[in-house]
C-alpha cells in the first residue's frame, strides 16, 4: 500500500487540556499535600496515583500494607494484574469471591498501565517492610512479563492473548497508552538497578535478563518504525506480531500513523546511554515527521452544551501552542476521528458525542519533547 507522508503539511488545533497537562508535572507532590493536609482521600485518587506517587514513608504505613495485601490477592496465576482496578478502595465480599475464581483464567494484561503500576507499587512497600511476600509477587510479575514477550522482541496487549470476546486485537504488538513503553521502562530500571530496585534482592541474573528482554524490545520498536519511500516515520498503535505492519484495534483504532504513543517511544529511546547510530536515526527521523505533522492554529476546549452535558468544539486560536493528532491517515498523512462504526471523518465534530467526549484524540506534549530532543542532541554530540 502506497502511503504518503508530508514534510510541509500542517493542521492545526490546541486543547485547553495542555493546561491540565502541564498541571501533570505538578501531580505528585499535589497528591502528597492533598494527602498529608487530610484535603483528599485515598478512595479519591486513582490507582496510578497511589501506586506510584505517593512519599516514600507512605509506602511503609499500615495503609499501604493493606493495599499490598489486596495487590497480592489478586495477582492471576500467570502472574500478572488485570487492569483498571482500584485495588486501594479494598474489595467486597463478592469482589473477592470474583477474584479468587477467576485467577486461573483469563490471564493478564499490560493495557491502562497494569501488571506493571502492581509491580512497581509492591517494589515500593517492599523497601518499607522487606516482607518476603512483596517481592516473590514482584518476581512472579517479572517472570510473567518476560513470558508473554514474543521472539521478535514485540509484547501483546494481553498475555495470553484473547482470541474472542472482541479482543482479537489483544494479540498485536501494542504501543498504545504507552502498554510496552511502560514495560521497557521498568526492564530497563530494573537492568540498570535504579534506585527503587537496589533495595530487592535482585539477582545479577535476574538483571542480566532485563536487560536482554529490554535490548529485544527496542530491537522490536526499530523494526517496526513505518516507513515511507524507504523514510522511517514514526510508529502505530498497535502492530501485527507477525508481519509487523500497523495494525487495527477497537473499531475506532484504525491502523494510522500515531501521534501520542510514538512520543513515549521517542522519549524511551532518548534514555538509553550511548545510543547506536541505528537508534540516532530512529529518534531524529521520527522527531522530523511529528515536527512536519503537528497541529497548530486551533484550540480544542469542553464546554457545556445546552442541556449541560460536556462537548469538546474546536476553535481557531493563533496563539495555541502545538498538538499532535491520535491518529494520521497512513495514505493521506492528515488528521482523522472515528466513531465506532469505524468510518474514517475529517473533524472532530464529525464524530457523536460519545466518542468525541469520550476518548483522547489530541496530545499536548510536543513541545517538551522537542526540549528533551534539543538536550539529547548536545548529550551525545548529535548534528541535527
Same mark, same amino acid.
Given at each position: 500500500m502506497k502511503q504518503y507522508l508530508s514534510g510541509k503539511w500542517k493542521h492545526s488545533v490546541s486543547f485547553t487540556a495542555i493546561v491540565c497537562l502541564l498541571l501533570i508535572g505538578w501531580l505528585p507532590s499535589q497528591e502528597q499535600e492533598a494527602i498529608s493536609s487530610g484535603k483528599k482521600s485515598l478512595e479519591e485518587l486513582s490507582w496510578m496515583q497511589v501506586a506510584t506517587r505517593m512519599p516514600d514513608d507512605w509506602y511503609g504505613s499500615p495503609e499501604a500494607q493493606r493495599i499490598?495485601?489486596?495487590v497480592l490477592f489478586c495477582q492471576q496465576d500467570i502472574g500478572g494484574w488485570q487492569k483498571n482496578k482500584p485495588y486501594h478502595h479494598g474489595l467486597s465480599d463478592a469482589e473477592k469471591e470474583t477474584f479468587a475464581a477467576g485467577r486461573s483464567g483469563i490471564g493478564a494484561t499490560i493495557d491502562n498501565g497494569a501488571t506493571t503500576t502492581e509491580m512497581i507499587? !509492591?517494589?515500593? @512497600?517492599?523497601?518499607q517492610h522487606k516482607d518476603e511476600r512483596y517481592w516473590n509477587a514482584f518476581s512472579k510479575g517479572f517472570n510473567y512479563l518476560l513470558d508473554a514477550q514474543y521472539k /521478535?522482541?514485540?509484547?501483546p496487549q494481553f498475555y495470553p492473548a484473547r482470541g474472542t470476546g472482541g479482543v482479537s486485537y489483544s494479540s498485536h504488538i501494542t504501543y498504545n497508552d /504507552?502498554?510496552? @513503553? /511502560? @514495560? !521497557?521502562? !521498568? !526492564?530497563?530500571d530494573v537492568a540498570d538497578a535504579a534506585p527503587l530496585y537496589v533495595q530487592l534482592p535482585i539477582s545479577n541474573e535476574m538483571r542480566q535478563k532485563a536487560k536482554k528482554s529490554f535490548d529485544k524490545g527496542v530491537e522490536c520498536i526499530l523494526k517496526t518504525q513505518i516507513r515511507v519511500d524507504g523514510v522511517p516515520t514514526v510508529w502505530c498503535a498497535q502492530h501485527d506480531e507477525v508481519t509487523l505492519l500497523p495494525a487495527n484495534a477497537r473499531a475506532y483504532e484504525l491502523a494510522s500513523f500515531s501521534g501520542g504513543e510514538s512520543v513515549g517511544i521517542i522519549k524511551l529511546l532518548m534514555e538509553i546511554e550511548q545510543p547506536s547510530a541505528e537508534i540516532v536515526a530512529s529518534v531524529k527521523d521520527a522527531m522530523a515527521w511529528l515536527d512536519a505533522h503537528k497541529i497548530t492554529g486551533l484550540s480544542v476546549v469542553r464546554e457545556a452544551d445546552a442541556s449541560g452535558k460536556r462537548n469538546t468544539v474546536v476553535q481557531k486560536d493563533d496563539n495555541a501552542p502545538a498538538l499532535l493528532a491520535r491518529f494520521y491517515d497512513l495514505q493521506t498523512g492528515t488528521p482523522f476521528f472515528c466513531d465506532r462504526d469505524g468510518i474514517k471523518k475529517k473533524s472532530l465534530a464529525e464524530i457523536g458525542s460519545e466518542r468525541r467526549n469520550g476518548y483522547s484524540w489530541y496530545y499536548a506534549g510536543l513541545a517538551p519533547l522537542q526540549t528533551e530532543y534539543s538536550k539529547w542532541l548536545k548529550k551525545w554530540h548529535i548534528n541535527q
Open positions: 499490598a495485601e489486596t507499587f !509492591l517494589a515500593k @512497600v517492599y523497601s /521478535n522482541g514485540g509484547w /504507552n502498554a510496552m @513503553v /511502560n @514495560v !521497557l521502562q !521498568l !526492564l530497563k
